[in-house]
């Protein structure tokens, strides 16, 4: 997309994410017969994302409410 190699890598980790959560919360509705929570999956995936980008990439600057509000915003700042 024209971007750093950091943000390229963080858009790639944020598809994982997702994914990987969908599959869990997959998992719990089969398996335990939750209710499917769409807004709780996109919570889940875009705080376990801030978590492995804060570990990762040391010039985090931003806070989880910024990545929360702003995600896009917040990768430009990688670049």
Request: aromatic share 16%; glycine share 2%; net charge positive.
């Given at each position: 997309?024209?971007?750093?190699?950091?943000?390229?890598?963080?858009?790639?980790?944020?598809?994982?994410?997702?994914?990987?959560?969908?599959?869990?919360?997959?998992?719990?509705?089969v398996f335990k017969g939750e209710v499917m929570d769409?807004?709780?999956?996109?919570?889940?995936?875009?705080?376990?994302?801030?978590?492995?980008?804060?570990?990762?990439?040391?010039?985090?600057?931003?806070?989880?409410?910024?990545?929360?509000?702003?995600?896009?915003?917040?990768?430009?700042?990688?670049?």
């Open positions: 997309m024209g971007q750093s190699n950091t943000v390229n890598r963080e858009w790639k980790g944020m598809w994982v994410t997702i994914v990987s959560e969908i599959w869990n919360y997959r998992n719990k509705v769409v807004d709780e999956i996109f919570t889940l995936a875009q705080l376990k994302d801030w978590l492995w980008m804060k570990h990762k990439v040391m010039r985090i600057t931003f806070s989880y409410l910024d990545w929360h509000f702003s995600p896009v915003k917040c990768l430009q700042s990688l670049s």
